[in-house]
């Protein structure tokens, strides 16, 4: 599987940006995906998760409910609707897959084989 992002920039606090990640590859309508990011001189961290179907998502806590995951198997298509951003938000974005689905481990990085390049959202306060 190979991930593309695109979507990231500028954006005031408040605002909304949408991520897209393009996915090439077999396995990608069986594969979870997920949205991790990664601001200066910090871990990289989980953000938001969704299982094949599309009908299950996971959130990390600070996200829930500005936050949508949402993919199209058709398209190879997986999306992040950011709302309500906050200066905290900034940071690069990755999308990422999985061979398998980890319960109880969804949000770690090392479960993840396949990595886009990244893209960066800066909200300014």
């Known amino acids: 599987v190979q991930l593309v992002e695109s979507g990231g920039g500028l954006v005031q606090a408040g605002g909304s940006l949408r991520l897209s990640c393009a996915a090439s590859g077999p396995s990608f309508s069986s594969s979870p995906l997920a949205w991790f990011r990664q601001a200066p001189g910090k871990e990289r961290e989980f953000v938001a998760a969704?299982?094949?179907?599309?009908?299950?998502?996971y959130y990390e806590d600070s996200v829930k409910g500005r936050f949508t995951i949402s993919r199209d198997n058709a398209e190879q298509m997986v999306y992040l609707q950011m709302n309500r951003l906050k200066s905290e938000d900034t940071a690069v974005y990755y999308c990422?897959?999985?061979?398998?689905?980890?319960?109880?481990?969804?949000?770690?990085?090392?479960?993840?084989?396949?990595w886009g390049q990244g893209t960066q959202v800066t909200v300014s306060s």
């Open positions: 990422a897959a999985s061979e398998y689905w980890y319960p109880g481990n969804y949000f770690s990085p090392r479960r993840y084989n396949y």
């Open positions: 969704v299982r094949w179907s599309g009908v299950n998502t």
